[in-house]
């Protein structure tokens, strides 16, 4: 069993930037993908980016790319979201999640653990 912990939410005006963390709590969760998806309020939760095990494979959502950047760290087992330019439609609830099957990633029915999420919030 992982368990995930996001932290770094908050809020921030329109253009700024947030780094999303997510720590796990097993050092197995280096065997797993690890993605971050978003809800906001009254929408399905979407996919935004994914990083392979070893993290020599990313994919973006086609609304974050060029916006924001998936990283992790092994060792710390914690896997990051660094998002720029930010806009207000970017405000939802993001949650990190772990997958065995990065090919099939942009599909939150594919992932196997879920954190509780980190609220995020453009405005000015």
């Known amino acids: 069993q992982v368990q995930l912990t996001e932290s770094g939410g908050g809020l921030v005006q329109p253009g700024g930037s947030l780094r999303l963390s997510c720590a796990a709590s097993?050092?197995?969760?280096?065997?797993?993908?690890a993605g971050w998806f978003r809800q906001a309020p009254g929408k399905e939760r979407e996919f935004v980016a994914v990083?392979?095990?070893?993290?020599?494979?990313?994919d973006y959502a086609d609304s974050m790319k060029g916006r924001c950047s998936i990283t992790r760290d092994n060792a710390k087992n914690t896997v990051y979201l660094q998002m720029n330019s930010l806009k207000p439609e970017d405000t939802a609830v993001y949650y990190c999640?772990?997958?065995?099957?990065?090919?099939?990633?942009?599909?939150?029915?594919?992932?196997?653990?879920w954190g509780r999420g980190t609220q995020v919030t453009v405005s000015s």
């Open positions: 999640a772990a997958t065995l099957n990065y090919y099939a990633a942009r599909a939150k029915d594919f992932y196997d653990y």
């Open positions: 097993e050092q197995t969760f280096s065997n797993y993908a």
């Open positions: 990083i392979s095990r070893s993290g020599d494979n990313i």
